[in-house]
C-alpha cells in the first residue's frame, strides 16, 4: 500500500512541476507584453507550486522511511520466526539427549582405548623379548664357539669322532689338558677369554648345540677357570 501511495505523489509531483514550467512560460510572455498586474498573481501562484512541490518531496521521503522500517519489522519478525524454530529443534535435541549414559560411553570408551593401549605394548615388549632372546642365543653360540676354538676344542671334528659322550670325554680333557699347559706357558688366559669362558659356564646349560660333545670336558673347563 505504501508503495501505491508513493508512486501518487511521484505523479503529482511531476504534474506540478510541468505546471511550474507553463507559469514560467506565461510569466515570462506576459511581462513582454507589459502587463505587470498579470505578472504578479501568476508569480504567487508559482510560489505556491513550488511550496506543493517541496511538501510532495518530503511526503515522499516520509514514506519511503516508513516502508524501510516496515520492511525491517518483516525481516526482524522472519529473523524471530527462525530463531523460534531454531530454539524448539535445539529443546527436542536436548531433551533427547542422555547427559549420564554419553558420559558412561565416554569412559568406557577412555577405558578401552588405555586397555588396547596397554596391550599393544605388552605384545610389542614379547615381541622384542623373543627377537632379542634368538639374537642372544645366536651370539652366545659364537661365542662359545670362538672360545672353544681359543681353548683347542674343535666343535665340528668332536662331532664326527665323538659317537657319544663317553668317548668324547677323554679327548676333550686332552684338549683342556693342552690348553692349560699352553695357558701356563703364555703367562695364563688374558682378560677377555676370562670373561668369555665365565660367560661360558654360566650359559653352559643353555647351550643344546655342543653340550652333547663337550659333557666330559665341562669339569676340565671349570677346572681351568679356576686354576686361571
Do not use: W
Not at 505556491?48 to 525481516?75: A, C, M, N, P, W
Request: glycine share 6%; net charge negative; charged share 30%.
Amino acid at each position: 500500500m505504501l508503495d501505491k501511495s508513493i508512486r501518487e505523489i511521484e505523479r503529482e509531483r511531476q504534474g506540478l512541476q510541468n505546471q511550474e514550467k507553463k507559469l514560467i512560460a506565461e510569466i515570462k510572455k506576459t511581462a513582454k507584453q507589459g502587463q505587470m498586474g498579470a505578472v504578479k498573481v501568476m508569480a504567487k501562484d508559482l510560489i505556491r507550486t513550488r511550496h506543493q512541490i517541496e511538501k510532495f518531496y518530503k511526503l515522499k521521503s516520509q514514506l519511503q522511511g516508513v516502508s524501510l522500517r516496515i520492511q525491517t519489522l518483516k525481516s526482524t519478525q522472519a529473523m524471530g520466526e527462525a530463531m523460534k524454530g531454531v530454539t524448539k529443534a535445539m529443546g527436542r535435541m536436548n531433551r533427547q539427549m542422555n547427559l549420564p549414559s554419553l558420559q558412561k560411553i565416554m569412559q568406557e570408551f577412555e577405558m578401552q582405548n588405555e586397555k588396547m593401549e596397554m596391550v599393544s605394548e605388552v605384545m610389542g615388549d614379547a615381541i622384542d623379548d623373543a627377537l632379542e632372546g634368538d639374537e642372544e642365543e645366536e651370539e652366545t653360540e659364537e661365542l662359545v664357539s670362538q672360545v672353544l676354538d681359543e681353548i683347542g676344542i674343535d666343535i665340528n671334528q668332536e662331532l664326527v669322532n665323538a659317537p657319544s659322550a663317553a668317548v668324547s670325554a677323554p679327548a676333550a680333557k686332552g684338549k683342556v689338558a693342552q690348553a692349560e699347559a699352553t695357558g701356563n706357558d703364555d703367562s695364563g688366559i688374558d682378560s677377555d677369554l676370562q670373561a668369555r669362558l665365565d660367560n661360558l659356564r654360566r650359559m653352559y646349560v643353555c647351550s643344546h648345540i655342543i653340550a652333547p660333545t663337550i659333557a666330559g670336558a665341562k669339569q676340565e673347563i671349570a677346572g681351568l677357570v679356576v686354576v686361571t
